[in-house]
């Protein structure tokens, strides 16, 4: 049965944020997500998912001002990724977590060849950094919908890029909502890639609301990630249509839902 995580940048996300832990737990999640919490205290943090009894999975690199959608693969920026990962390095340990996805950034067409070089120097870096952790460090390809430009935007370039790192703790994050939009054929790419999946995350397509509207069938794909043998996590990755409890009904077969006592 496929495990829910929520993602807690997206879900609750009308409380504050250290609140968010017992409500993802209250409603039945067993583990979550998080973006760029580095305006949290990580022990204030830490202390809700022990007190909560949460598995805490990942963390993303930190945004920059003049690059949100991160630098793992902008060339001439190696310097400032690697303080950027020492720092969500630092903050996932303390969090007690399991990834950290490190964003690719935009990178002018022209450049994307080196681009992916980079990617893959500042990754093998950032895998041998994580690997006395015990820490998986993630990629993700999105969509050049809603990131016009990111460096990485299919699976099948995520793979090639996997296959050039070459170490183990480095992974594919196959959000499915960034794989509709970017091909579809979310199933046959799902099995294709599953020896390299780290990570799994959803939301409706093309809304990103809850996975219960819209033009994938998320109770058929997630039976198949079951019966194709995925046995990580799923995140919740989606935009309430309105409260984040309201909108729990598509997860009730999963275990995830309001307790009424
Ligand atoms: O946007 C996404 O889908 C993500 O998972 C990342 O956290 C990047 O924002
Ligand atoms: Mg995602």
Not at 57 to 76: K, Q, R
Not at 86 to 113: D, K, N, S, Y
Not at 148 to 167: F, K, M, S, T
Not at 247 to 258: D, E, M, N, S, T
């Amino acid at each position: 049965m496929p495990r829910l995580a929520a993602n807690l940048a997206y879900l609750f996300a009308d409380r504050p944020p250290l609140d968010r832990f017992a409500a993802a737990a209250a409603v039945g999640f067993r583990a979550v997500e998080l973006q760029y919490p580095y305006d949290q205290d990580p022990a204030a943090m830490r202390a809700e998912i022990v007190r909560s009894d949460l598995i805490m999975l990942g963390v993303n690199t930190a945004p920059l001002p003049d690059a949100p959608s991160g630098i793992a693969g902008v060339p001439g920026r190696e310097a400032e990724f690697a303080a950027l990962f020492e720092r969500a390095l630092a903050l996932a340990v303390a969090l007690g977590g399991r990834a950290i996805h490190c964003l690719a950034g935009v990178v002018p067409e022209a450049q994307r060849e080196a681009g992916e070089a980079t990617f893959v120097t500042n990754l093998k870096h950032a895998a041998d950094r994580a690997a006395p952790h015990g820490l998986t460090v993630l990629i993700e390809p999105l969509n050049t919908v809603d990131r016009p430009g990111y460096l990485l935007d299919r699976a099948e370039q995520a793979a090639a890029i996997l296959a050039r790192v070459e170490r183990a703790n480095v992974k594919m994050q196959f959000d499915l909502y960034h794989q509709q939009i970017m091909g579809g054929d979310l199933l046959r790419r799902f099995e294709r890639h599953l020896p390299l999946i780290g990570h799994v995350q959803i939301a409706a397509v093309p809304s990103r609301a809850e996975p219960d509207e819209g033009e994938v069938n998320h109770a058929v794909v997630l039976a198949a990630l079951d019966r194709l043998g995925y046995a990580g996590f799923v995140g919740c990755e989606y935009l309430p249509r309105g409260r984040t409890e309201d909108g729990l009904g598509w997860a009730a077969p999963w275990g995830i839902g309001v307790r009424v006592s």
